[in-house]
């Protein structure tokens, strides 16, 4: 056999200590399908001494010193469990230069600063892998890279982060609020100590923008990309949608669309919605991941499966070792990054959905017809509306209105729920979603 891939992993936390194991577990296996077996020239951490569980692996491989690793001579893969911007950027642009072929499962930095880590992968002719960093174990962005390459994807929406499908698949089937599901969350261990990064959804607003710029041959980045959290949805909400035969969900939407002036534009988005029941993501619960995509010819496609958690993103990270592994020893690189459609994002504004809107309003004549005419004011067509009974949520001698549009662009949807904020007869809006996947 070939003389081995040695591996540079940056991280044992998590991730990192589940691919050493899986490493040591299978390296047989490993090296059978890679033509050589791999082995680990180090392992760079914050802090050395520290319990590692009972790793398989030497405890003189640790090093504080993640660069003084990278650079070593006899480091040909570098794989990337430790998150964040810096200074994961500068160790794998070096990384990548230098010719070494990188892993990473680092979403935040991928889809802040993708652009730098491409160009120095082009630059040292090196592969640059990351199918970990965008709903763990679910391979996805491989089919997105590869086995889509001949088709036009032209949407793709999903639920790609955990915590936050946890927390309301767990309002949806008790009933709770929010700050009780999160409650429960956190005790299970999905949430983290500080969850802003998923209930606030920046984690899905960095898988949105991977996705896209796969999908859409575009480099999108995370400010690229319209963001709402789940914090605002209430026990009300997720009844409301129950009355409506839907569930809500926190979706991240990429799709294509057209400008005014009839140029190909795409819009990437994360927001809580409304999606009908017998969606195919409604059914997806508890911490699970799943992406749909609708391509020209393949036309719809469903991605499931655990999109967080030690083993399962450890299982997407070692394929990746497997393919750079074995592009290595073939002496070939994988294609290069494809954005030569460069495709202007879309603003918010411009994104076309429908709400659901509840309003608490006065009960009496001419109510119902000054909110309607808000409506078509912005040239917004309603689609249903129900009153609610008096002894409902509103007070007395006030009604319940929930309305839901047919599409619209979605600056006028929020130009006409402003305006009725500002009505003497409307008391209270007291919730808006969005509605998607045609309820
Ligand atoms: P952890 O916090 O569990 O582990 C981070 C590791 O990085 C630790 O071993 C830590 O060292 C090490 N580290 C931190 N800072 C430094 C530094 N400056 N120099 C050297 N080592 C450092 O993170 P996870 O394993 O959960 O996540 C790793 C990556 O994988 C992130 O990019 C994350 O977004 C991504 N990811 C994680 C998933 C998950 O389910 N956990 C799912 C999908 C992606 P020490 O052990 O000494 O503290
Ligand atoms: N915090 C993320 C989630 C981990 O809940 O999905 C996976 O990226």
Redesign the pocket.
């Known amino acids: 056999m070939t003389s081995p891939v040695r591996l540079a992993l940056?991280?044992?936390?998590?991730?990192?200590s589940e691919v050493v194991r899986l490493l040591h577990e299978q390296s047989a296996d490993l090296a059978a399908r890679i033509g050589a077996p791999l082995e680990i020239a180090g392992i760079?951490?914050?802090?050395l001494g520290?319990a590692r569980g009972g790793l398989p692996v030497d405890e003189a491989l640790f090093t504080?010193d993640?660069l003084g690793l990278i650079k070593r001579d006899d480091v040909d893969v570098v794989v990337e469990?430790?998150?964040g911007i810096e200074?994961a950027r500068g160790w794998l642009v070096e990384a990548l230069r230098a010719g070494k072929s990188v892993v990473t499962?680092?979403?935040?930095l991928l889809a802040e600063d993708g652009a730098a880590l491409h160009d120095a992968a082009a630059e040292g002719g090196a592969d640059l892998y990351y199918e970990?960093?965008v709903a763990?174990a679910i391979p996805l962005l491989r089919p997105l890279r590869d086995s889509l390459h001949g088709d036009r994807v032209n949407r793709v929406t999903g639920i790609v982060n955990g915590t936050t499908n946890f927390i309301l698949s767990a309002m949806d089937a008790t009933g709770a609020g929010f700050a009780e599901a999160l409650e429960e969350a956190t005790e299970l261990g999905y949430a983290e100590a500080d969850p802003t990064a998923d209930v606030e959804g920046f984690d899905a607003a960095a898988k949105a923008a991977i996705l896209a710029s796969l999908a859409f041959h575009t480099r999108v980045t995370a400010a690229d990309v319209h963001r709402e959290g789940i914090t605002e949805v209430t026990a009300a909400d997720v009844a409301s949608a129950k009355g409506m035969g839907c569930t809500i969900k926190l979706l991240c939407i990429a799709a294509r669309g057209r400008d005014a002036a009839g140029k190909e534009t795409v819009s990437v988005r994360v927001h809580p919605a409304m999606i009908p029941r017998s969606h195919p993501l409604a059914s997806v619960g508890d911490a699970f991941n799943a992406v749909f995509v609708e391509a020209e010819a393949a036309g719809q496609l469903m991605f499931y499966g655990r999109g967080?958690?030690?083993a399962p993103?450890a299982s997407a990270v070692l394929g990746d070792v497997v393919a750079v592994a074995r592009n290595r020893l073939a002496g070939v690189r994988a294609p290069s990054e494809s954005a030569y459609a460069d495709l202007a994002v879309r603003p918010m504004g411009e994104a076309l959905t429908r709400y659901h809107i509840s309003l608490d309003v006065a009960d009496r004549p001419g109510v119902l017809a000054a909110v309607a005419g808000v409506f078509a004011r912005h040239d917004v067509s309603i689609a249903t509306v129900r009153q609610g009974s008096a002894d409902g949520p509103a007070g007395a001698g006030d009604a319940e209105l929930v309305i839901v549009t047919h599409v619209a662009r979605d600056a006028a949807l929020a130009a006409t729920v402003g305006e009725l904020r500002g009505l003497d007869i409307v008391r209270s809006v007291a919730s808006v979603l969005r509605v998607e996947g045609g309820a």
Do not use: D, F
């Open positions: 940056l991280g044992c936390g998590t991730v990192g760079a951490v914050r802090r520290r504080t993640p469990v430790v998150g200074p499962a680092n979403k935040a970990a960093s763990g967080a958690g030690g993103t």
